[in-house]
């Protein structure tokens, strides 16, 4: 059964880079045909996807927040990681990771506070 656990810190200040990192156990991330992605949702509003890397090391990002966002993966460490810069408060919100192929399976996810 695969888990998926994010951590980062939980508070960071406007114009700083936000690195989030999930930790897979249960199953490789090389995976054949999985997709692991970073999702969020902001106080009072729906989930936003924010891109995805695959088995392969492919990465996809949402337009609206490609150029602030990068993903990358440390296989040895069963790993991947977020980083989202330039942040301002608009993105307070829970961060979570999620495993996807037909279905999803979700971290517990993570809050972040963006505030000086």
């Known amino acids: 059964q695969v888990q998926l656990r994010e951590s980062g810190p939980g508070l960071v200040k406007p114009s700083q880079t936000l690195s989030l990192t999930c930790t897979v156990s249960?199953?490789?991330?090389?995976?054949?045909?999985?997709?692991y992605n970073w999702i969020r949702q902001s106080p009072g509003k729906g989930l936003e996807w924010m891109g995805a890397?695959?088995?392969?090391?492919?990465?996809h990002y949402s337009p609206s927040l490609k150029t602030r966002t990068s993903l990358s993966r440390d296989t040895d460490i069963n790993q991947f990681t977020l980083q989202l810069s330039s942040v301002t408060p608009e993105d307070t919100a829970v961060y979570y990771c999620?495993?996807?192929?037909?279905?999803?399976?979700w971290g517990q996810g993570t809050q972040v506070t963006v505030s000086s």
């Open positions: 999620a495993r996807a192929s037909g279905y999803w399976d």
């Open positions: 890397i695959s088995y392969r090391g492919n990465t």
């Open positions: 249960g199953e490789s991330i090389t995976t054949t045909d999985y997709y």
